[in-house]
């Protein structure tokens, strides 16, 4: 009997199938405005990012505010708490733990110091030097409040020996690896970075003659922003009173923009590469369909990110498109654990299948991906109970069988059902009448940009940067749990 998954939060999280979100970021720099209400507003579209904290940091030229707690945005933030907030630039910071627990000592944006001087970041990613850069920094004396990698990039800067705080920047930002898309408020300046491989969206925009930068185009179109360009990978933007200024500090040897944030991540409503994200994936779900057609009644998508490539599928196979679940987006999560006579409610709060719909018909379920699969096995069940005659499930990316090091949430090596069964004995295991994935070149053919420009390893274990010491050092955490595990149950 399977037993419900615990996140590292603690709650039970029913759709642990699911690869979670990293951060959500956000900045803006208005002379002469007030600007908290603006990035509350801009964190709100951005809240898919991540849902465990949020933080806003604003200033007026003299003194930083910072703000955040644990939550979702709207239950952080009100008229009281906003009202305090007075400051022409401002980050805002939705985060999901990557790195450091769920604490609200680990919630961003994180404040720092330089010379005296004040300054607030807020970071979307995942450093793999985390672990040497820390021992270095505490051997400088830098004392460390959080379990965050963020504040490795704090420390870094902190004890730079340059003169200015824009040198400092620098200075850190060549000493890290891995991913990061980074806003930074000092007292008087706005600045954003983005590495050089680009991994996490950065984008640009205006707003009433003021820049604003952000993880997204979404959270521009929520307060009436026009969005200018993405953030190159490597680019440095720093917007003062004397307006924008653009730097190349660090070497771009290869870019690696994440192909999840195509295939899930990013909102539906935004563009990267200058494409609509559903009409990106609205492609890959016609790739599938040329790639594994079948003989069906109904095409149905696992709401909400199946369905743009659901819509696709439909339209390249002439298979009509239905809603086959409703979706209850009222439920958050739940730190109650049920009994085993009723461990599929978790899915069933979220989805209910519609019978009428399903009864006797021959269904083409479509999903974004497949991690462990016993979400994809509880939604099958779910939809033989409802009356299906056959189920044939799509998904509209390849396997998934590597972990992500650059700031996705993902299972690990062994957990990835793809990586020790094959297609064949997946479709067995969830119980479906047929299986297949996109492929690798179906998914680069949907979306249109040279392969070179993504990171794929997730799919193909090609990492673009080194992640030697992550793994060196997970494996030494690994080993020391064993060892205080097996120290526990020898006393």
């Known amino acids: 009997m399977e037993k419900l998954q615990v996140s590292k939060t603690g709650e039970f999280d029913f759709l642990c199938d699911k690869i979670h979100e990293e951060c959500g970021i ?10 908290a209400e603006i990035i509350f507003y801009g964190l709100q579209a951005l809240q898919h990012r991540g849902q465990e904290s949020a933080g806003i940091a604003v200033s007026d030229g003299e003194n930083i505010l910072v703000y955040k707690d644990l939550g979702l945005v ?48 807020a970071h979307n990613g995942n450093l793999i030097n985390t672990e040497s850069l820390r021992k270095i920094q505490l051997k400088k004396g830098a004392k460390f409040e959080t379990t965050t990698d963020t504040e490795i990039i704090v420390s870094l800067i902190e004890t730079s020996e340059k003169e200015n705080i824009e040198d400092a920047i620098k200075d850190a930002i060549s000493k890290i690896n891995g ?47 026009k969005f200018i360009r993405e953030i190159d990978p490597g680019e440095f933007l720093i917007i003062d009173k004397d307006g924008l200024r653009s730097q190349m500090p660090l070497p771009v040897v ?80 739940t730190f109650i654990q049920p009994s085993q006579d009723i461990r599929e409610i978790g899915v069933k709060l979220k989805l209910n299948p519609l019978k009428d719909m399903i009864k006797d018909k021959k269904i083409v379920v479509v999903d974004d991906s497949i991690v462990r699969g016993n979400t994809s096995k509880q939604i099958v069940n779910m939809l033989y109970q409802a009356g299906a005659k056959e189920i044939h499930m799509r998904i509209s990316s390849p396997p998934l069988i590597n972990p992500c090091f650059y700031g996705i949430d993902m299972a ?80």
């Open 179 to 225: 991913s990061f898309s980074l806003v930074i408020l000092t007292r008087d300046k706005l600045m954003g970075i983005r590495d050089p491989n680009g991994f996490r969206p950065m984008v640009l925009g205006i707003r009433s003659g003021n820049y604003i930068i952000a993880s997204e185009t979404c959270a521009f179109d929520i307060i009436d922003a």
């Open 254 to 333: 290869r870019r690696s923009m994440c192909v999840f944030e195509l295939i899930y991540f990013a909102r539906p409503d935004s563009y990267i590469y200058n494409k609509n994200l559903y009409a990106v994936r609205h492609k890959m779900g016609e790739q599938l369909a040329c790639e594994a057609p079948v003989d069906a009644d109904l095409v149905i998508s696992v709401p909400d990110s199946g369905t743009p490539a659901a819509v696709g599928f439909s339209a390249a196979s002439k298979i009509p498109y239905a809603e086959g679940f409703i979706k209850n987006r009222y439920i958050g999560r």
């Open 26 to 35: 956000f900045g803006i720099y208005a002379a002469g405005k007030n600007v």
């Open 74 to 121: 709207s239950s952080i933030f009100n008229e009281q708490n906003l009202a305090p907030l007075q400051g022409y630039i401002g980050i805002g910071h939705s985060r999901y733990s990557t790195k450091g627990k769920n604490v609200w000592k680990n919630s961003q944006p994180i404040f720092g110091t330089f010379k005296g001087d004040s300054f607030a970041i």
């Open 412 to 491: 690990t090596h062994t957990e990835f059902i793809a990586n020790h069964r094959t297609v064949e004995e997946i479709r067995k295991y969830l119980g479906v009448d047929s299986l297949a994935y996109l492929s690798i070149d179906g998914l680069v053919k949907a979306i249109g940009e040279p392969k070179d420009d993504f990171c794929f390893a997730c799919f193909n274990g090609d990492y673009p940067v080194d992640i030697s010491e992550i793994i060196q050092y997970d494996k030494f955490s690994i080993e020391n749990e064993d060892k205080v595990a097996a120290a526990k149950k020898d006393k």
